[in-house]
Every structure is written in structure tokens, then in C-alpha cells.
């Protein structure tokens, strides 16, 4: 499941970084852009494959 949010907007970049935790907390990945490329978010020390 693909979700964006706008983050220029206060209440979606709240809403949007919410989500962005919660799915770290379930070992999922979080695709955010950069100025340049985009940036990729996991938990690193997570034992999961």
C-alpha cells in the first residue's frame, strides 16, 4: 500500500510521520525524497530479513 502525504501542510506532515513511525515499529520500509534522490527509512537492527 502506496500513501503520501503533503509535508508543506502541518496536519498531513503530523499525519504522515506518524504513519512513517508506526511502520518502522512493524519493520516495514519508508520512502521519503530529498532535495537530490530519494532516502529510504528501516530499522537497522530490526532481526528481520
Known amino acids: 500500500m ?12 503530523a499525519a ?3 504513519h512513517a ?5 512493524e519493520h ?5 525524497p530529498t532535495d537530490t534522490v530519494y532516502g529510504i527509512a528501516a530499522d ?3 532481526p528481520s530479513p
Do not use: P
Request: charged share 25%.
Open 2 to 13: 502506496t500513501t503520501s502525504y503533503d509535508c508543506t501542510a502541518a496536519e498531513q506532515r
Open 16 to 18: 504522515g510521520l506518524e
Open 21 to 25: 513511525q508506526r511502520a518502522i515499529r
Open 28 to 32: 516495514k520500509c519508508v520512502v521519503f
Open 44 to 46: 537497522a537492527f530490526s
